[in-house]
């Protein structure tokens, strides 16, 4: 049997817990390493583990000290180029959480550093790794609606996010970056790369420093529109914080995501209803469940990447699509134009 791939995380904060567990589920690997600033947290974090990591709180320290054959970034995004830099001159591949950058400059260089030094790099980018996503793929690739024509996804919440993220309260690039980047990735993923972006965004929370609310037109390369809409001040009930509903339509059917992981499939196999199920893992909860589940698939993705030497589908080069697309919507609300993703 081949040996597990060794591998460590740094950062051990709110959503690293899900890395944690997820790691302990994928299959070929094995982390032997987890450091944060805060010694508490990689000590916790350590803890969790039936054989526990080695510890630190320095990065530099542990590429310094461990041979490693892959690092895990769960840090928030103006601490990736840095982190990944470091990864990519010890020739370490790197899996690193989104948003991949405060920026597409930044990513860019991120990316170009991967590339010039033959370093494998992918963006945690999980929504797309959601057995409802693959399920839509699927049938779209199968041609059950024929080629797609309108699509809306949408992410509408009120939840209080701010208590387990409170750095976002102070995130001048906000909706978009936060849960936007897992839309237009998902858009790009089921219908193709976008050709124009027009972008409305709100700040409707008092006390915040970005928008926490935002519309964004695409007009996809094939031809079809898309409509992604966003919000965390949509008081809604029931609330259905996390699932990301909407609708694709195409020359030959539709499909509709409705609340409970269902769609409603209209197309060349008739009409039917089908219910998504979740992967059964002992450790996930609700309302998280769908997201746990989509970490696992995202880091064993990740894995077989490696192992096979493939590109993984959001290795940093795809993901510079999804993050022009974010740099054009945040110019498109400024400007009140419509922007060419491709022209920046
Ligand atoms: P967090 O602030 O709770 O945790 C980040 C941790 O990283 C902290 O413990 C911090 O001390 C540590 N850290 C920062 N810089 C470091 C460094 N140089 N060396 C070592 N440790 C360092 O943040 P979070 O809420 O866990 O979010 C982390 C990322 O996960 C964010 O980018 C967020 O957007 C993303 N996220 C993704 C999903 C998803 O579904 N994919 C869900 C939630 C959060
Ligand atoms: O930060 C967000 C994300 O990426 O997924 C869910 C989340 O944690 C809160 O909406």
């Known amino acids: 049997m081949t040996a597990p791939l060794k591998g460590a ?54 590429f310094a000290a461990e041979a490693l054959d892959f690092v895990d970034i769960p840090t928030t995004m103006e601490t990736h180029e840095a982190l990944v830099g470091l990864a990519v001159s010890h020739r370490v591949p790197v899996i690193v959480q989104k948003p991949f950058g405060p920026n597409l400059a930044a990513c860019r ?36 609606i024929g080629q797609p024509t309108f699509a809306r996804l949408s992410w509408r919440t009120a939840i209080d996010v701010y208590s387990n993220q409170p750095y976002l309260v102070h995130t001048e690039r906000f909706m978009i970056m936060d849960v936007g980047v897992h839309m237009i990735d ?63 339509e195409g ?11 269902e769609l409603v499939i209209k197309g060349r196999g008739g009409s039917r209803r089908e219910r998504i199920a979740h992967d059964g893992r002992p450790w996930t909860s609700e309302p998280w469940r769908q997201i746990q589940d989509s970490v696992v698939r995202t880091q064993q993705h990740f894995v077989d990447a490696l192992r096979a030497g493939t590109e993984p589908e959001t290795s940093a080069r795809d993901s510079l699509g999804t993050y022009a697309v974010v740099e054009a919507a945040y110019a498109s609300a400024a400007t009140g134009r419509a922007i060419d993703p491709a022209t920046l």
């Open 186 to 248: 998902l858009a790009r993923f089921l219908l193709g790369e976008a050709e124009s972006v027009f972008c409305r965004t709100q700040q409707i929370k008092q006390g915040i420093a970005g928008e926490d609310a935002a519309t964004i037109l695409l007009g996809h390369r094939g031809g079809a529109t898309g409509i992604i809409d966003l919000s965390y001040a949509a008081h809604r009930d029931p609330d259905p914080f996390p699932q990301t509903l909407g609708e694709i």
């Open 109 to 144: 260089r991120m990316a170009a550093a991967a590339d010039a030094a033959g370093v494998p790099l992918m963006v945690h980018e999980d929504f797309r790794f959601q057995p409802l996503f693959r399920r839509l793929k699927a049938l779209l690739t199968a041609g059950e």
């Open 9 to 62: 995380v740094i950062g051990c904060g709110f959503f690293a817990q899900n890395h944690f567990a997820g790691w302990r589920d994928v299959a070929g690997a094995e982390i032997v390493a987890v450091c944060d600033l805060d010694r508490a947290r990689a000590e916790a974090a350590a803890r969790t583990f039936a054989a526990p990591p080695r510890i630190y709180t320095d990065a530099a320290a542990l």
């Open 251 to 261: 020359e030959a059917g539709s499909i509709l995501i409705l609340p409970g992981e």
